[in-house]
């Protein structure tokens, strides 16, 4: 029996228009496919709309929608307020790795204006943005712990929402370490643990103390 690349056998001659077939409509097909799938109807991002009556195609949420599983009716921790007053206290305790993840956020997001030492003497402001308030002033310090929250979220003055940077958990753990910063700037040496005060003495003279 001839080997089936032998062109010239019959066997080759009715299978190859039947290839030829097979591969032209396997071709169609995957261009439909495309076609399809390339012109169907659909919102390209940010892009504008007639349909409604915003003329946004982007639709907001609806209200109330909540994420599986990340429903939360601690009103507290989300707001930072007990009804429309800032609350007092933190939702959760504050530990360690707290203050290192507030460190971490605050010095992200809040020092290029405010300072690492919260103390209002950011980079940007060295460079001509408007300096704001030291967070260490004591009529700022006396502040309770979910008015920071809710500055943070819906921001104040010139400064605009972090609500979207940053989550609700890691505003609560910036504003741990800022009240450690505030602690920090009025702490008298003699109330330091030994340890501390042993590390400061052993400082070069002139240098920070931190």
Not at 82 to 97: D, E, L, N, W, Y
Not at 101 to 128: I, Q
Not at 175 to 199: E, H, M
Request: proline fraction near 10%; aromatic fraction near 10%; include cysteine.
């Amino acid at each position: 029996m001839p080997y089936p690349s032998d062109t010239g056998s019959p066997r080759w001659r009715l299978r190859a228009p039947l290839a030829a077939c097979a591969c032209a409509a396997a071709a169609l097909a995957t261009a439909g496919c495309h076609l399809d799938m390339y012109d169907q109807p659909k919102f390209k991002p940010l892009a504008a709309d007639p349909f409604f009556a915003d003329g946004a195609s982007a639709r907001p949420l609806v209200e109330g929608t909540v994420a599986r599983g990340h429903a939360d009716t601690n009103e507290y921790r989300l707001t930072g307020k007990s009804g429309s007053v800032p609350g007092s206290g933190f939702p959760f305790p504050v530990t360690m790795a707290v203050l290192n993840r507030g460190r971490d956020r605050f010095e992200t997001f809040c020092s290029p204006c405010h300072g690492r030492l919260a103390d209002g003497n950011g980079m940007v402001v060295r460079r001509g943005f408007p300096r704001p308030p030291s967070l260490l002033a004591d009529s700022i310090r006396t502040e309770p712990e979910g008015f920071f929250f809710d500055v943070i979220t819906k921001g104040f003055g010139r400064m605009y929402s972090y609500a979207p940077s940053i989550p609700v958990d890691d505003r609560w753990a910036v504003v741990a370490y800022l009240r450690a910063l505030q602690l920090s700037s009025k702490i008298a040496v003699a109330d330091l643990p030994l340890s501390d005060r042993a590390r400061l003495a052993g400082l070069p003279e002139g240098a920070p103390r931190r």
